[in-house]
């Protein structure tokens, strides 16, 4: 599956450093082994803590075809549940009415449940710690026992406001590894901003490794983008240090003016955080937690784009901006959202006709590794990232 001494060209100074073999794009061998080290092995952002304010609150997600769901209970405790009825399979949040019409895809779905999930089905009920609360008609089955029964959970960690999954039971804690990543953005008070309504993209046509070094590199920026993003330039570029163990790759993009943002006018719309160093309104922060949450600064806002592999050549996308909730209450803050999502819209689409075209590029018989710029640094932490759990025994990040 991997050989040791072709990837490990990969992983060596960034001057001196090859791309990833093509193959690790379009093999599905790759993506398979992917799912079982990586997928099912790693912490996997599915939200913010904002989508579930009150108890009750849920969404649904499907994990590598593991059906959830996240609900805040009474005691504002916010749990990842198999939303897998236990009597009989059904899941337990599909409207009973069938309204979604499309049984091939099943919608995910978010709302209040109240104080239990009901099964459309045959109406057991679930309370929010997945305990079975209620099982209508069960009293002639001798020794049904419902306080034995409950929603299996999965590991749930909170981070800054990111809500985290994981599918191994055993995983180490997420936070103890993301504390240099944690200082890095702390004056911009993740835990305490509220998201805008996300944009939902399912299905984008390139492997999910294609979008995080996407965003991990520099190089692009004055040559993709152009004069469109004048304001932080590849030159800008400042690699960091990454240790074994660090959950997250950081990387900053010099502007070149303080309280910059990336519009035409180079400025913020929205007021400057004003807990942030002259510094840290100058320097655009990059938090890449592979596989799925990347995370970038403003000097008046973040964003974040949580990535969801579906194939080795489908990828989803959710994303989403971040300010402090009382910019929500401008009575402009629609309309300034709007003027730097259409501007950002315009980014993405060069980026991601980028990364269709360079998934359709890795799998010609003609594609091939090549050297990189100082500009691409960051991929070498990618690539290392990636060693530590393609190849464990060979060292890695
Ligand atoms: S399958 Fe859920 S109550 Fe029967
Ligand atoms: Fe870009």
């Not at 579930?52 to 504002?76: I, K, Q």
């Not at 609360?133 to 409950?150: E, H, W």
């Not at 901003?193 to 996300?198: N, R, T």
């Not at 692009?220 to 400042?238: I, Q, T």
Request: hydrophobic share 40%; charged share 25%.
């Amino acid at each position: 599956m991997h050989d040791l001494e072709e990837f490990a060209k990969s992983t060596v100074e960034p001057a001196e450093a090859l791309t990833l073999p093509p193959r690790y794009y379009v093999d599905p061998a790759i993506f398979e082994y992917e799912r079982e080290h990586i997928f099912e092995k790693e912490w996997l952002c599915v939200g913010r803590t904002e989508q579930l304010r009150n108890a009750g609150d849920y969404f649904t997600v499907t994990l590598f075809g593991e059906p959830m769901v996240l609900v805040r209970g009474a005691d504002m405790e916010i749990r990842a549940l198999s939303s897998v009825c236990r009597h009989r399979g059904m899941l337990i949040t599909t409207p009973g009415d069938g309204a979604d019409g499309d049984w091939n895809d099943l919608d995910e779905s978010s709302g209040n449940c109240g104080k239990a999930f009901k099964c459309p089905y045959h109406f057991w009920q679930y309370g929010h710690d997945g305990q079975l609360v209620q099982a209508p008609d069960m009293d002639r089955t001798p020794g049904f026992d419902p306080s034995a029964i409950r929603l299996p959970s999965f590991r749930c960690e909170i981070w800054l406001g990111f809500i985290f999954v994981n599918l191994d039971d055993n995983a180490a804690p997420l936070a103890p590894r993301l504390e240099k990543a944690a200082a890095l953005v702390k004056n911009w008070d993740f835990e305490n901003l509220v998201s805008a309504p996300p944009l939902d993209l399912p299905g984008m046509p390139w492997n999910w490794k294609i979008l995080h070094e996407n965003s991990a590199e520099g190089y692009h920026v004055d040559r993709l983008h152009g004069p469109a993003h004048y304001v932080e330039p590849s030159a800008g570029v400042e690699v960091h240090e990454h240790e074994k163990g660090d959950a997250a790759i950081t990387f900053g993009m010099r502007a070149i003016h303080p309280d910059f943002a990336l519009n035409p006018t180079g400025k913020p719309f929205f007021p400057v955080l004003e807990s942030l160093t002259e510094e840290e309104r100058t320097v655009s922060l990059w938090v890449l937690i592979p596989p799925t949450l990347l995370i970038g600064t403003n000097s008046d806002s973040a964003f974040y784009r949580i990535m969801r592999p579906e194939a080795v050549d489908r990828t989803g996308i959710h994303q989403s901006y971040l300010t402090p909730p009382d910019y929500q209450a401008n009575p402009l803050y629609d309309d300034l959202l709007a003027m730097s999502g259409d501007f950002h819209a315009a980014l993405n689409r060069q980026d991601w006709m980028a990364d269709a075209a360079i998934q359709r590029g890795m799998g010609s018989r003609h594609s091939a590794r090549s050297r990189i710029s100082w500009q691409e640094g960051p991929l070498v932490q990618l690539y290392s990232w990636l060693q530590a759990r393609y190849l464990p025994e060979a060292g890695g990040k």
